[in-house]
């Protein structure tokens, strides 16, 4: 039997600025988890601090734990890892006023 595999573009050339958060992805069925944020573009101002996000039904979230740097320069890479979690995730950031930075947000599970 073959591992079951997903990659999923949570969000896709989006200004992240204040306060912002990818889609979120049904996810229950794996057993890991990882996100990948990658600036698009050179951001703008102090880097944020970005963390992952759990909730029992995709509209109210929990900080689940892993807080992770933005990417500080275009075409670089942050990620969080997750091994327990519940059915929902998603990424959050908040940036200082002025701050942003335009992203490419994908989760990768494993069954």
């Known amino acids: 039997m073959l591992p079951e595999n997903i990659t999923a573009v949570v ?3 989006e200004r992240w600025r204040g306060e912002a958060a990818s ?15 990658r600036a698009l573009k050179q951001p703008v ?8 996000e759990v909730s029992p039904d995709g509209m109210h979230w929990l900080r689940e734990g892993t807080e992770f740097p933005m990417p500080k320069e ?3 890479v942050a990620m969080a890892r997750l091994a327990h979690f519940g059915n929902w995730l998603r990424v ?13 947000v ?3 599970l494993k069954a």
């Open 92 to 104: 959050a950031a908040r940036f200082d006023s002025g701050a942003e930075c335009t992203v490419l």
């Open 45 to 52: 101002g102090p880097t944020a601090t970005a963390w992952v």
């Open 23 to 37: 889609e979120p992805y049904e996810a229950g069925w794996a057993r890991e988890a990882i996100f990948f944020v």
């Open 106 to 108: 994908t989760l990768h």
């Open 74 to 76: 275009r075409d670089a």
């Open 11 to 13: 969000s896709r050339n």
